[in-house]
């Protein structure tokens, strides 16, 4: 049994926009489509209040009027409407997910905000891949975009890290839409080592060196992807600086950006996303996929770490 492809909607311009992302990669994976809207309810209602489906929504009216408007192949599409609070009902109907779709922004809040409240819920909450969608006017500077524009997937490359969820998803992913990966693998530059107090010195250290041995670990991080997915081109970027302004960097022109999530640890049980994570979230032009760890980690993996997290 394939799973759904689950976009959410709430009748705005993103979310429409998200909907139209999510029917294309429905039809890539042959999979079917399931729309939901979640009407929220109002802030008094009582904690104990349980979602439950309603039967008239103007809301899914809409869009299944859009859909049927766009014509052509359409994958097989569900349409599902619950009452709750939005980023509690899209994480428990992920769980009958393979990817769940939606906007960066929605209806509520404020039309300022980069990321709302649900994205950033359904991100840190989800059972299963989030992609959120961004706005098409978001921009790359171009004194910091990749000069290597072109169709591809783009994943973040922790090469200290073995955690395998986010790198495999991209692959499949590139495999599906028949691109390229590119991996992006930064180091922090320039080193800062404590000296005295408030004064930083810098190592004796030659960033040459530093990016041969990024490199050297990016490969052999990546080596067994290769060998699972051998019609995937890739390419690997080297850099000094954060990761999150690498990745964001990378991000125009991509058909998606692959990032990880964190994994619950044993001091701090609930579940996170980083800060780099976040900041390619708020920042990046291209779609981004959230992909949460393993349940029990990878082989090889006791903590859990994940690429492209801090």
């Known amino acids: 049994m394939t799973l759904p492809v689950i976009a959410a909607v709430d009748g705005s311009e993103d979310s429409l926009r998200s909907l139209d992302w999510?029917?294309?990669?429905?039809?890539?994976?042959?999979?079917?489509?399931?729309?939901?809207?979640?009407?929220?309810?109002?802030?008094?209602?009582?904690?104990?209040?349980?979602?439950?489906?309603t039967a008239d929504d103007p809301v899914l009216d809409q869009v299944r009027a859009r859909i049927d408007a766009g014509g052509g192949v359409r994958p097989d599409v569900e349409y599902l409407s619950r009452v709750g609070a939005p980023g509690t009902v899209?994480?428990?109907?992920?769980?009958?997910?393979?990817?769940?779709?939606?906007?960066?922004?929605?209806?509520?809040?404020?039309?300022?905000?980069?990321?709302?409240?649900?994205?950033?819920?359904?991100?840190?909450?989800?059972?299963?891949?989030?992609v959120v969608v961004p706005r098409t006017d978001r921009r790359v500077p171009d004194d910091l975009a990749d000069a290597s524009a072109g169709p591809r997937v783009v994943v973040g490359l922790g090469v200290d890290h073995v955690g395998d969820a986010p790198v495999e998803f991209a692959f499949a992913e590139a495999e599906l839409r028949r691109v390229r990966v590119q991996a992006v693998a930064a180091y922090p530059w320039p080193p800062q080592i404590w000296a005295v107090p408030g004064e930083f010195a810098l190592p004796v250290i030659e960033e040459a060196g530093v990016a041969a041995e990024t490199r050297a670990l990016a490969e052999e991080r990546l080596a067994p992807f290769r060998e699972r997915h051998p019609r995937v081109l890739v390419d690997i970027a080297v850099e000094g600086g954060d990761a999150a302004g690498r990745l964001v960097a990378h991000s125009r022109d991509a058909e998606l950006v692959v990032v990880g999530r964190h994994q619950r640890r044993l001091l701090v049980p609930t579940r996170m996303v980083g800060s780099v994570t976040q900041a390619v979230l708020l920042h990046a032009a291209a779609p981004v996929a959230v992909v949460a760890p393993h349940p029990h980690g990878d082989a090889g993996d006791p903590d859990g770490a994940r690429p492209g997290e801090e």
């Open 90 to 130: 899209l994480a428990e109907v992920s769980t009958e997910g393979s990817l769940l779709v939606l906007g960066s922004r929605g209806r509520g809040g404020f039309a300022s905000l980069l990321l709302g409240s649900t994205g950033i819920a359904a991100a840190r909450d989800a059972h299963c891949p989030v």
């Open 22 to 53: 999510a029917v294309r990669t429905a039809l890539m994976r042959g999979a079917p489509l399931r729309v939901v809207h979640v009407r929220q309810y109002p802030a008094w209602t009582p904690p104990e209040f349980v979602a439950v489906d």
